[in-house]
DNA sequence: CCTATTCGCATACCGGTGGTACGTCAAGGA
DNA sequence: TCCTTGACGTACCACCGGTATGCGAATAGG
C-alpha cells in the first residue's frame, strides 16, 4: 500500500468529518456540496470520486455516528454483570452517548428521512438493535424477563430510547433523570 | 363573505390536498413545487399567496393528517369506559391510523425533518401528545397506574408508537398482532 | 531507469429547483 | 361608475446537486 492509497483514505475521512460536523450543526438538506468541500479542503470532483453523491456520504456519516454510540453503549454494559443491569446500563449510556451535539439529528432526524425509513432501520438494527436484541434475549435467559418475541419488543424500546435521546439532545435544559426514569420505569415493568 | 373568499378557500384546499397526496407518495424532498401546483390546477404565484413556500404547505399538510389520526384516536377511545382501556384503545387506533398510505412518512419522517424537531414535538404533542397525557392522567386518577411524572412517560410511550407505527406502515407485510403484542406488553407492564 | 497506464482529483458546465418581483384582472365598497 | 384591493398568473433569477472531461502524479511493466 503505497503513497497513493494513503492518500485516498485521508481525502475521504476529511469528507466525512467535515460531513459530519456540517451535517450536525445545520441538517443535511441546508448544507450544500459547496460548503461541504470547502470545509473538507477538496472539490466535488473528489466527492464524486468517493461517493455517489450528497445521501451517500451521508450514509457514511450515518454509519459513523451509529457505531461510536453503539460502541459507548457496549461498553457501558459489559461493566455491568447482571444481564438485567446490562440492559438498563446499555439503555442509559444510549442516551447519554446521543446527546452529544448533532449526533441524535443526524442519527435520528436526518437518517430515516434522507435514507428512507427501510435503509435507515437496516442500518440502525445492525448498529445497535443487536445490542438490543442480545440484551432483551440474554434477560430471557437469565428469566429477569418474560418469555416471548424479542424483536418487535426490541424495535418499539428502540422507539422510545430514541424519542428520549432527542428529547434530551433538543433541549435547552436536559433533565436525564426525568427523562431514565421514564425509561427505566417502562424496564421495571417489563421485567419479573 | 362573498365568492371571494370561498374561491380562496377552495384554492388552499386544493394547494393542501395535492400536497397530501404527492409528499405521501413521493416524500417531502421528491417533490417540485411545478408538480405540486401542477396537481392542484394553480401556479406558483397561488402557493407563495397562501403560503411562505413550500415548508409552510408541508405543515399544514401536517397539521391536517395529524387532526385526523387524531380523532380517529380519540373516537377509537371514547367507544371504551375504563380509563385504562380507553388507552389501550387509543394506543391500537394510533396504529391503525397512521398505517394510511402516506400517513407515517409524512407525520413521522419528513415531519421533524422538514420543520425541525422541536416544531415537530410541539404541533404533535399539540395533536395526540395532549391525548396521551389526558389518558395516562385518567389512568392514575382510576388508580390503575402509579402516580408519577406523566409527561416524560408519554414521551417516551409515543417514540414507542411512533416506531411501531412507521414499522407496520414500512413493512410489506405488516404484523399488527406483533406490533401490538410489544406495545401492550409495555402497557401491561406499567398497569397496577 | 524509462514509459505507458491508471487513478485520484480538479475544473467547467448543465438542467432544474425553490424563491422573488411584478403584472393582471375581477370582486367588492362608495 | 370608479377605484381600490387582493387573489393569482408570469417571467425571471441565483443556486443547487450532478455530470463530463481534463490533468498530473503515482504505480506497474519491461
Redesign the pocket.
Known amino acids: ?8 483514505e ?3 475521512e476529511a469528507l466525512v468529518t467535515a460531513g459530519r460536523q456540517l451535517f450536525a450543526e445545520h441538517g443535511y ?1 441546508a ?7 470547502a470545509t473538507a ?10 461517493f ?4 451517500e456520504l451521508f450514509e457514511a456519516v450515518l454509519a459513523l455516528v451509529q457505531s461510536e454510540v453503539a460502541a459507548a453503549v457496549e461498553v457501558a454494559a459489559d461493566a455491568e454483570d447482571d444481564p438485567w443491569e446490562q440492559l438498563r446500563a446499555g439503555c442509559r449510556e444510549f442516551l447519554v452517548a446521543s446527546t452529544a451535539p448533532g449526533t441524535a439529528r443526524i442519527m435520528l432526524v436526518d437518517g430515516p428521512a434522507v435514507l428512507g425509513w427501510s435503509r435507515w432501520r437496516a442500518l440502525d438494527d445492525d448498529a445497535s438493535g443487536r445490542l438490543l436484541v442480545g440484551a432483551l434475549r440474554a434477560a430471557v435467559a437469565a428469566d429477569r424477563l418474560a418469555p416471548g418475541p424479542v424483536e418487535p419488543l426490541a424495535h418499539v424500546l428502540s422507539g422510545a430510547l430514541n424519542e428520549a435521546a432527542l428529547r434530551l439532545a433538543e433541549s435547552d435544559s436536559p433533565d436525564l433523570g426525568a427523562t431514565w426514569g421514564a425509561i427505566d420505569r417502562i424496564l421495571t415493568g417489563l421485567a419479573r
Chains 1, 2 share one sequence.
Not at 448544507?31 to 468541500?37: E, F, K, Q, R
Not at 479542503?41 to 468517493?50: D, E, N, R
Open positions: 500500500m503505497g503513497v497513493r492509497a494513503d492518500q485516498k485521508r481525502t475521504r438538506a448544507v450544500g456540496l459547496s460548503a461541504l468541500v479542503g477538496v472539490t466535488k470532483g473528489a466527492l464524486y470520486h468517493h455517489d453523491g450528497k445521501a
